[in-house]
C-alpha cells in the first residue's frame, strides 16, 4: 500500500511540475533577462581564488567511421563496439 502511495504521489508531483510548460510565455522582463544571460561569456567565469571554472577544450576529437558491420569483427577490435559507446 505504501509503494502504490508513493508512486501515486510522485505522478503527481511530476504532474505538477510539468503541467503548463509548453504554453509558457514570457514577459518583456523575462525575455531582457533571457537576453542579458545569454550575453554572459562562460569561459571567463572566475572562482574567488582567481580560478577558471569552465576549462574550454581545443583538442578536436578524431571520431572514426562506422565500420559497414561493427559485429564481422572480432571482439578485441574498439570498431566492435561502434554502436554501444
Not at 16 to 33: E, I, P, R, Y
Not at 40 to 66: C, F, G, H, M, Y
Amino acid at each position: 500500500m505504501k509503494k502504490a502511495f508513493i508512486l501515486v504521489a510522485v505522478l503527481a508531483m511530476v504532474f505538477a511540475a510539468t503541467a503548463g510548460v509548453s504554453a509558457q510565455t514570457l514577459t518583456a522582463a523575462q525575455k531582457a533577462n533571457l537576453e542579458a544571460s545569454l550575453k554572459v561569456d562562460v569561459a571567463k567565469l572566475k572562482s574567488a581564488d582567481n580560478q577558471s571554472l569552465i576549462v574550454l577544450s581545443t583538442e578536436k576529437k578524431v571520431i572514426p567511421t562506422r565500420p559497414a558491420n561493427p559485429d564481422a569483427l572480432p571482439e578485441t577490435d574498439p570498431l566492435h563496439w561502434y554502436d554501444i559507446e
